[in-house]
C-alpha cells in the first residue's frame, strides 16, 4: 500500500484479555517503530526494528508488552493481561533510511473496559 | 536526546506566518532538530529538519539560532488546514529514528 496500515483501527477489550495489534509498513522500509500516545499528550516511544531485530525496547511499560518482526516486513505489538491503563491509541512508523523522517499509521485505538 | 521547551499553545490569523519557538538549549554538536505536526487524531507528519544552517521546504522555513540553543518554525501563510499540535525534536544519528516527543504547540489558525 501506499502508507504504513495498522489493524485494528479500533480494538475494545476487556481487562485480562490479550491484544495483538498489526502494522504492515511502506513496502521497502527497512525499520518500524511503535509508539503509544495518550489523550493530549505527545506519542511515546515503545520499541523499533531494523529489519527482523529488535533493536530497541526500552519503552516497553512492562513484560506484558511484547513485539515481534519475524520476516523483516509486518509487526505485531502483543498486549498480555491488558490493563485498563493499557488504553491508548497505539501507533506505528516505518522509515526507509536513517533520516528522521518517520511516516506514521493512522494508529489503533485500544479501549481496555 | 536534548530536551525541547514550546509554548503549549499559539494563535495566529489566516493568511499570516505563524512562527513557532522552541529553545533547546542543551543540544550537542552533531543533534539535529526535527519539527513534526499532527493534525487532529492522525498520525505525526514529518514537516523539516536541519542542524545548524536555515533550511526552507514546501512546507515551512526552519530558523536556527547561530548558538543552536533555539529554533523557530516558519508557517510562512497560515491557513486553516495548519491548526495542529507542532513537536520540536532533537534527535542524535547515533539513536537512530528514535524521537523523543514531547508535548508540544497546539497551533490554532483563525479565520
Known amino acids: 500500500g501506499a502508507g504504513v496500515s495498522q489493524s485494528p483501527r479500533y480494538k475494545v477489550t476487556k481487562r485480562g484479555q490479550d491484544v495483538a495489534l498489526r502494522c504492515d509498513p511502506i513496502?521497502?522500509?527497512?525499520?518500524l517503530y511503535w509508539y503509544r500516545q495518550a489523550l493530549g499528550q505527545g506519542p511515546e516511544f515503545l520499541t523499533y526494528?531494523?529489519?527482523?531485530?529488535?533493536?530497541?525496547k526500552s519503552g516497553l511499560p512492562n513484560d506484558r508488552f511484547s513485539a515481534e518482526r519475524p520476516e523483516g516486513s509486518i509487526s505485531t505489538l502483543t498486549i498480555q493481561r491488558t490493563e485498563q491503563r493499557d488504553s491508548a491509541m497505539y501507533r506505528c512508523?516505518?522509515?526507509?533510511?536513517?533520516?528522521?523522517?518517520?511516516?506514521f499509521g493512522e494508529g489503533s485505538r485500544l479501549t481496555v473496559l | 536526546d536534548a530536551k525541547t521547551t514550546q509554548p503549549p499553545s499559539m494563535d495566529c490569523a489566516e493568511g499570516r506566518a505563524a512562527n513557532l519557538p522552541c529553545n533547546h538549549s542543551?543540544?550537542?554538536?552533531?543533534?539535529?532538530v526535527y519539527w513534526y505536526r499532527q493534525i487532529h487524531s492522525q498520525g505525526p507528519q514529518y514537516i523539516i529538519h536541519?542542524?545548524?544552517n536555515n533550511e526552507t521546504n514546501e512546507m515551512a522555513s526552519l530558523i536556527i539560532t547561530e548558538d543552536r540553543k533555539s529554533s523557530t518554525l516558519i508557517l510562512p501563510h497560515a491557513t486553516l488546514r495548519d491548526t495542529a499540535v507542532y513537536y520540536c525534536?532533537?534527535?542524535?544519528?547515533?539513536?537512530?529514528?528514535?524521537?523523543?516527543f514531547g508535548a508540544g504547540t497546539i497551533l490554532r489558525v483563525k479565520s
Open positions: 512508523a516505518s522509515t526507509l533510511s536513517d533520516t528522521g523522517e518517520l511516516f
Open positions: 513496502s521497502g522500509h527497512v525499520s
Open positions: 526494528f531494523n529489519y527482523e531485530a529488535q533493536q530497541d
Open positions: 542543551t543540544i550537542s554538536g552533531n543533534e539535529y
Open positions: 536541519g542542524l545548524k
Open positions: 525534536i532533537v534527535r542524535a544519528p547515533e539513536y537512530g529514528n528514535k524521537l523523543v
